[in-house]
Each structure stands twice: as structure tokens, then as C-alpha cells.
């Protein structure tokens, strides 16, 4: 493959589109992560065509802690960064 050199205005579009993707497979991973731990904490048994109360309620309880979690980390991260700056 050739010494391809880009514009200035391409190399800024490849680098966004570089960030998006990055921040697709992140978001994607957190999932895959949220959906195997709450999984393995909440469903006790071979799964039915439904959920018990205890599971769902657990799988629920699950997502939400894990939300306000992130959320909280997020927070503090952009509050250090603003500190910072």
C-alpha cells in the first residue's frame, strides 16, 4: 500500500469518524459487560417464556445501580476535567 497523504479536512473526518467508532464499541462493550453481569447475579435458573418477579426485580435493580453508577463516574470525571482546565 502506497504513503497515502490526506488533507487537512479529511484527516479531521477520519479522526471523527475514528472517535464515533470508538465510542460505538465502547458503548457496545459496556452492554455486552451490564447484560453478562446482571445475567449471571439475577437469573437463577433455565430462563421460560418469562422472567420470575425475583429475577426480573434483581435484572431491574441491576441495570439501574448500574446506571447511577456510570452516570456518577461520568460526573466526576467531567468535574476533574473542568478543574483541570
Given at each position: ?21 470508538q ?15 446482571c ?34 463516574i ?12
Amino acid at each position: 500500500m502506497d504513503n497515502v497523504k490526506f488533507d487537512e479536512a479529511t484527516q479531521k473526518e477520519l479522526a471523527t469518524f475514528l472517535e464515533r467508532e470508538q465510542a460505538q464499541a465502547r458503548i457496545n462493550s459496556t452492554v455486552h459487560n451490564l447484560t453478562s453481569m446482571c445475567w449471571d447475579k439475577c437469573v437463577t435458573g433455565t430462563p421460560g417464556t418469562r422472567f420470575s418477579r425475583g429475577e426480573e426485580s434483581c435484572l431491574l435493580n441491576c441495570v439501574d445501580r448500574f446506571m447511577d453508577t456510570s452516570l456518577f463516574i461520568i460526573k466526576t470525571i467531567e468535574g476533574q476535567r473542568s478543574q483541570q482546565s
